[in-house]
C-alpha cells in the first residue's frame, strides 16, 4: 500500500496516539520502514539496510491467502491443518515432548506454560535467571526480572531469581573449573531455602540462550543440574525457546538440544520464528503435565490458537526452513560471521567477548579488557553509527553493551562480510577518535585498555530516548507506494 503520511507526520501520530512506553529502535533517530524483501528493509526514501536485528518480521503469503479464501474458524472444530502441524512439530522434539496447546503469541505461550506447571503438582513457586525476559503480560513480568527490576513492582515472594550462567562476565567464568554446577549450585541453594520457608517450587523457567541477558550461552552441563534438582523438588523445566528456536542455532533445530540428548525439557514454548512474523504460538508438553492440567476441570480454550490460516502460516515456515536448508544456512554463515568477527576482537580493544552459536551472536564491547567494564555508551554510539551504513543492529544486556546480532535465516556470507567490514571501521574510528590502544595491546594481557566515548556518541539506551525532532515539518505526503512483487516475496526471518 501507499504511504499514508510522510514521516514527521507518522511520528507527530505516534506520539499522540500510541501509549509512551511503547518505545522504538533508534529512537534518537527512529527509522520508517516501508516494505522488505529476505533479509533487506527499505525506508520509505527507498534507502536498503541489512537487518541483523528484525527476526520476526516476514511474509509467507501464498499459505495464508489460499487458506484464507477457503476457511478460518475457530479452533474447536476439527480441521487437517491444526493435527498435521502438531504432527510435524512434534517429530522435532524428543519423544515425551508430544503434547502440543496454541497461542497465538510467546507470551501467551509462556504464560499457559506456567499454567501447566502450577497444576502439575498443585506447586506455585518460580525460578527465573536474572535479567530475564518471558512476555509482556502480568504473570510473566512477574518473573522477568529484565522487566521488574526497572519499574516499582517489587519482586513477588512466589520468584526466585538464580544468577546468569554467564562465564565472560558472571559470578563464575572462564577460569573457574566446573561453572556449570558452581551456576546450578545457586539454583540448589535458592530451592533450599524455599524449603526451609515453606515453599514449593512448581518450575524452573530459562531461554535456551538468554538473548536479553546479552546473548549468554549457558555452560554445557549447566541445565542437565538444575533440571535435576528442580524435578528432585517436585517441579518441572521450562524451555522458553520463542526468540532462538527453529534451526537458529544450525546444527539442532532446538537450542536447548545443544546441552544433549539426556537433557529434554519438561515443557517447551514457541513463538515468534513459528510463524514467521504471523501470531501463531504454541505450548509442548508431555502427556503426564497435559492429563494433569486436563485433571482440573478447566477447558482450555483459545479462540485463534491454531486456526486455519495460521497453522498453514505455520507449516509454510517448516517447509521452507527444510526446502532452503536454513538450519544448515544458519551453521555455516554462522561461523563464517563468528570466525570474522573473532578477527576484530584480536583487532579491537573495545571487543571483549565474542560469544554465539549459528546465527545468535554477541559483542560484548568493554572499556577495560581486564576489568571487563561495560561500553554502553560506546555500544550505543555503534549501533547507531551501523545504522548510518545501513546496517541495523541492536545492543542489550544488564549494561546494555551486548551488540546483539539476531538477523533473518536467509542472512548470507556477503551479507556477514558486509556487516564486519562496517563494524570494523565504525570501532577503528572509534578507538582512534578514544586514544584507545592498538591491536597489540589488545591482545597483550599485561596492559590495562580503556575508552572514552566520543562527545558525539549517542548515549541513550536502545528504543529509551528522547525522539527526533529535527526533520523538516513541511514535508508533504510523499505518495511512495510500495511494490506488490516485492511485499509478496518470501521473506523468512526466523
Not at 208 to 235: N, T
Not at 322 to 328: K, V
Not at 359 to 378: M, S, Y
Given at each position: 500500500m501507499c504511504e499514508l503520511y510522510c514521516k514527521q507526520d507518522t511520528l507527530a501520530l505516534r506520539r499522540k496516539h500510541i501509549?509512551?512506553?511503547?518505545?522504538?529502535?533508534?529512537?534518537?533517530?527512529?527509522?520508517?520502514?516501508?516494505?522488505?524483501?529476505?533479509?533487506?528493509?527499505?525506508?520509505?526514501?527507498?534507502?536498503?539496510?541489512?537487518?541483523?536485528?528484525?527476526?520476526?518480521?516476514?511474509?509467507?503469503?501464498?499459505?495464508?491467502?489460499?487458506?484464507?479464501?477457503l476457511l478460518n474458524t475457530n479452533s474447536r472444530f476439527l480441521h487437517d491443518n491444526l493435527v498435521e502441524y502438531a504432527k510435524r512439530i512434534s517429530a522435532t522434539l524428543p519423544e515425551k515432548l508430544s503434547v502440543c496447546y496454541f497461542t497465538n503469541s510467546g507470551s501467551e505461550a509462556n504464560d499457559l506454560a506456567l499454567r501447566l506447571a502450577r497444576q502439575f503438582r498443585g506447586h506455585q513457586d518460580v525460578i527465573t535467571l536474572d535479567h530475564a525476559y518471558h512476555g509482556h503480560l502480568t504473570s510473566l513480568i512477574e518473573i522477568s526480572p529484565y522487566k521488574f527490576r526497572k519499574g516499582k513492582d517489587v519482586k513477588k515472594e512466589f520468584v526466585?531469581?538464580?544468577?546468569?550462567?554467564?562465564?565472560?562476565?558472571?559470578?563464575?567464568?572462564?577460569?573457574?573449573?566446573?561453572?556449570?554446577?558452581?551456576?546450578?549450585d545457586e539454583v540448589k541453594k535458592i530451592i533450599e531455602e524455599a524449603h526451609k520457608n515453606g515453599r514449593k517450587i512448581a518450575a524452573f523457567?530459562?531461554?535456551?540462550?538468554?538473548?536479553?541477558?546479552?546473548?549468554?550461552?549457558?555452560?554445557?552441563?549447566?541445565?542437565?543440574?538444575?533440571?535435576?534438582?528442580?524435578?528432585?523438588?517436585?517441579?518441572v523445566f521450562i524451555a522458553d525457546e520463542v526468540q532462538v528456536g527453529f534451526g537458529r542455532v544450525g546444527k539442532h533445530f532446538w537450542s536447548f538440544q545443544m546441552h544433549g540428548k539426556d537433557f529434554v525439557p519438561d515443557i517447551v514454548t514457541m513463538g515468534k520464528p513459528?510463524?514467521?512474523g504471523h501470531p501463531v504460538a504454541c505450548v509442548v508438553t508431555t502427556k503426564e503435565i497435559a492429563e494433569a492440567f486436563s485433571s482440573s476441570g478447566m477447558e482450555y480454550f483459545n479462540t485463534y490458537g491454531g486456526n486455519p490460516v495460521s497453522s498453514a502460516i505455520a507449516l509454510a515456515?517448516?517447509?521452507?526452513?527444510?526446502?532452503?536448508?536454513?538450519?544448515?544456512?544458519?551453521?555455516?554463515?554462522?561461523?563464517?560471521?563468528?570466525?570474522?568477527?573473532?578477527?576484530?576482537?584480536?583487532?579491537?580493544?573495545?571487543?571483549?567477548?565474542?560469544?554465539?552459536?549459528?546465527?545468535?551472536?554477541?559483542?560484548?564491547?568493554?572499556?577495560?579488557?581486564?576489568?571487563?567494564?561495560?561500553?554502553?555508551?560506546?555500544?550505543?554510539?555503534?549501533?547507531?553509527?551501523?545504522?548510518?551504513?545501513?546496517?541495523?543492529?541492536?545492543?542489550?544486556?544488564?549494561?546494555?553493551?551486548?551488540?546483539?546480532?539476531?538477523?533473518?535465516?536467509?542472512?548470507?556470507?556477503e551479507d556477514a562480510k558486509f556487516l564486519?567490514?562496517?563494524?570494523?571501521?565504525?570501532?577503528?574510528?572509534?578507538?582512534?577518535?578514544?586514544?584507545?590502544?592498538?591491536?597489540?595491546?589488545?591482545?597483550?594481557?599485561?596492559?590495562?585498555?580503556?575508552?572514552?566515548?566520543?562527545?558525539?556518541?549517542?548515549?541513550?539506551?536502545?528504543?529509551?530516548?528522547?525522539?527526533?525532532?529535527?526533520?523538516?515539518?513541511?514535508?508533504k505526503r510523499n505518495g511512495l507506494c510500495t511494490d506488490k512483487h516485492s511485499l509478496l516475496s518470501k521473506r523468512l526471518k526466523t
Open positions: 501509549g509512551p512506553s511503547c518505545k522504538i529502535f533508534f529512537a534518537a533517530d527512529p527509522l520508517k520502514i516501508v516494505r522488505a524483501q529476505q533479509q533487506y528493509m527499505f525506508d520509505e526514501k527507498g534507502e536498503q539496510y541489512l537487518d541483523c536485528i528484525n527476526n520476526v518480521a516476514h511474509e509467507v503469503v501464498k499459505a495464508a491467502l489460499k487458506q484464507m479464501e526466585h531469581v538464580a544468577p546468569i550462567p554467564d562465564t565472560y562476565r558472571g559470578k563464575y567464568r572462564e577460569d573457574h573449573p566446573d561453572p556449570a554446577s558452581a551456576y546450578a523457567i530459562a531461554e535456551s540462550m538468554q538473548s536479553c541477558g546479552g546473548q549468554i550461552i549457558p555452560p554445557a552441563g549447566y541445565f542437565q543440574k538444575v533440571a535435576e534438582y528442580v524435578r528432585g523438588a517436585g517441579g513459528m510463524g514467521n515456515v517448516l517447509d521452507i526452513i527444510e526446502n532452503e536448508d536454513l538450519q544448515g544456512n544458519a551453521t555455516r554463515v554462522g561461523s563464517y560471521l563468528t570466525e570474522l568477527l573473532n578477527k576484530q576482537k584480536a583487532k579491537h580493544t573495545l571487543i571483549g567477548d565474542i560469544r554465539g552459536v549459528g546465527l545468535f551472536i554477541g559483542i560484548d564491547l568493554v572499556k577495560d579488557h581486564q576489568k571487563r567494564t561495560p561500553a554502553t555508551a560506546e555500544a550505543q554510539h555503534v549501533i547507531y553509527k551501523m545504522k548510518e551504513k545501513r546496517v541495523l543492529l541492536s545492543a542489550d544486556g544488564p549494561h546494555r553493551n551486548v551488540l546483539k546480532i539476531k538477523p533473518p535465516m536467509c542472512f548470507t556470507e564486519v567490514d562496517q563494524l570494523d571501521g565504525i570501532l577503528t574510528a572509534l578507538e582512534e577518535a578514544t586514544g584507545a590502544k592498538t591491536e597489540s595491546e589488545a591482545v597483550s594481557g599485561n596492559t590495562t585498555s580503556r575508552t572514552k566515548v566520543p562527545k558525539d556518541a549517542h548515549s541513550e539506551s536502545l528504543g529509551e530516548g528522547t525522539q527526533d525532532q529535527k526533520e523538516n515539518p513541511s514535508q
